[in-house]
């Protein structure tokens, strides 16, 4: 199946571009800085948003070496299904991440300790981008971390700037990484930390 993976992946981007987001899966330098941050102790609530083919997931399961519980939120049912089967234990919601709530309280789980994504966000309204943002920080715990990937190509253009806007105004801090150039494309991973309190819209 990992020989396969970037010619599905392919397919799936070409048939849906704006859900899938990359031409290729994240590659393993940039999937070990995403999990990074993931609590090193204990038994931390991870969730894993797009998790696409499992690239990202091996690191996060990796770090956290079978301590605590990993949820991964696909809304593509095909990609979903196959990461099933590469981690027939996994917890696999085919789902949206705004309703990262309900599928947490479906589950009987509590606050979360650190979210890895790659969704694309550039792809998303500045609307869809903060509902998913706020459902984020109201199930994270005060000392969460959330992480999420974005590429040079994309970096300085309008439509990540209006996300970058949205990062900020969720969470007190918000720092990319260094450039990722062993990656297709080349990327910059954002650590934001300490979700800020919801306030009425």
Do not use: C
């Amino acid at each position: 199946m990992q020989q396969n993976s970037g010619a599905a992946f392919l397919q799936r981007f070409i048939k849906n571009p704006a859900q899938v987001g990359a031409i290729a899966p994240t590659s393993p330098a940039v999937s070990r800085r995403l999990a990074e941050p993931i609590p090193a102790t204990g038994d931390p609530l991870v969730v894993e948003l797009g998790p696409g083919d499992g690239a990202i997931t091996e690191w996060i399961q990796r770090r956290l070496d079978g301590r605590g519980h990993l949820l991964a939120i696909e809304i593509d049912p095909v990609f979903a299904e196959a990461l099933q089967r590469r981690y027939p234990t996994l917890d696999v919601a085919v789902a949206d991440a705004g309703d990262l709530a309900s599928l947490l309280a479906e589950r009987g789980l509590g606050t979360v300790d650190a979210v890895v994504s790659a969704l694309p966000w550039t792809t998303f309204s500045d609307e869809q981008t903060r509902r998913i943002l706020r459902a984020l920080a109201s199930s994270m715990s005060p000392d969460g971390v959330f992480t999420t990937i974005t590429y040079t190509t994309a970096r300085l253009m309008p439509p990540w700037r209006r996300v970058l806007a949205a990062l900020n105004d969720t969470f007190e801090s918000v720092e990319p990484s260094r450039a990722i150039w062993a990656n297709l494309p080349p990327a910059f991973v954002y650590e934001a930390r300490r979700p800020r309190p919801r306030t009425a819209a």
